[in-house]
């Protein structure tokens, strides 16, 4: 939960995640729509669907693989997950690289590319600087000096135990470390969602299992792409994603599309709309209130 998310967000959602499913076992057998909608609002989709396969893997063979090779098998556990799982829980000298971790080594280093141009150099010094003894206490403690001490502005060298011998400190500019990646203008896109309402119900759908916001509910809608929909709209709703942009266009229509099922207004709340469609049904509902006023 905590991968593009803030802690801040993250920790009631968490609490709430575990007392509903407190068990691996008890999230291999909860249907996918079910988790899906518990993340509805955390974003990043694809993470709750291997979440949910990872559990079926791990709950088909007992229990969980303790070295890094065999952790990078699971759904959705990429290196930088499986080797600190490896070093935290199973105490492999396993190389940890986060973001955090990598800023530190680049700064002690003097290494001023960026952390993408230069990833395989950190990984390889930041092997180099891992004990063999508790390298999971060596990994969190990395990662905790970056988060808190090392920061990517006003870093606190003066109180940073790897100031005497870090090379971007004696340059006088740790800031400057590593360099800063150029953030590219995201295209812009635009959707189109209707809003089909029938007895204090409006029908809802579920997105495709793969692509943007996959097996999430819905308002209906054909893809998205480059030309606004014509025709008029009753709201239009703004949003970011982390690739691009989106406008999408909320407009009124009569009969159900495609498969899906009426969801009562008053427990919309339960549907686990994300973020981009429960601000899509916001606007609608609160232009029917301005209208009644």
């Known amino acids: 939960m905590l991968q593009q998310t803030t802690v801040a967000t993250v920790k009631p959602r ?16 909860a249907p996918d729509e079910e988790v899906l909608s518990e993340w509805a609002g955390l974003g990043y989709y694809a993470r709750a669907r ?7 893997q791990v709950a088909a063979r007992g229990s969980f693989p ?4 065999e952790l990078r098998k699971l759904p959705g556990l990429g290196a930088y997950t499986a080797a ?32 993408h141009e230069c990833f395989d150099e950190i990984r390889k010094l930041t092997g180099d600087m891992t004990p063999s003894e508790r390298p999971g206490d060596f990994a969190q403690a990395m990662m905790d000096l970056g988060a808190t001490i090392c920061r990517p502005k006003q870093p606190d060298c003066a109180i940073c135990p790897l100031s005497a011998d870090c090379r971007a400190y004696a340059s006088g500019a740790p800031e400057d470390f590593p360099a800063t990646k ?20 409006i029908w809802l759908v579920r997105r495709p299992a793969k692509g943007m916001l996959g097996g999430m509910a819905a308002l209906p809608g054909p893809e998205w792409g480059d030309e606004v929909p014509a025709g008029p709209s009753h709201a239009i709703v703004a949003h970011g994603f982390t690739h691009f942009t989106l406008d999408l266009y909320v407009t009124r ?24 469609y429960a601000k899509a049904a916001q606007a609608m509902l609160s232009r029917k209130e301005d209208l009644a006023a």
Do not use: M
């Open 66 to 69: 303790s070295t890094e090779v």
């Open 182 to 201: 150029k953030k590219l203008e995201r295209p812009h896109r635009h959707g189109l969602a209707w809003w089909i309402e029938r007895g204090g119900a």
């Open 253 to 276: 229509r009569t009969e159900p599309v495609g498969d899906g099922w009426w969801q009562p207004i008053d427990r919309l709340a339960e549907a686990g709309l994300p973020t981009l």
């Open 14 to 29: 968490f609490r709430r995640f575990i007392e509903r499913w407190p068990t691996v076992e008890a999230l291999a057998a």
């Open 84 to 115: 600190a799982v490896a070093a935290i829980v199973f105490g492999e000298r396993a190389v940890v690289v986060d973001t955090n971790v990598a800023r530190v080594v680049a700064r002690y280093h003097g290494i001023g590319q960026t952390l």
């Open 50 to 56: 291997n979440l949910i396969a990872c559990a079926r």
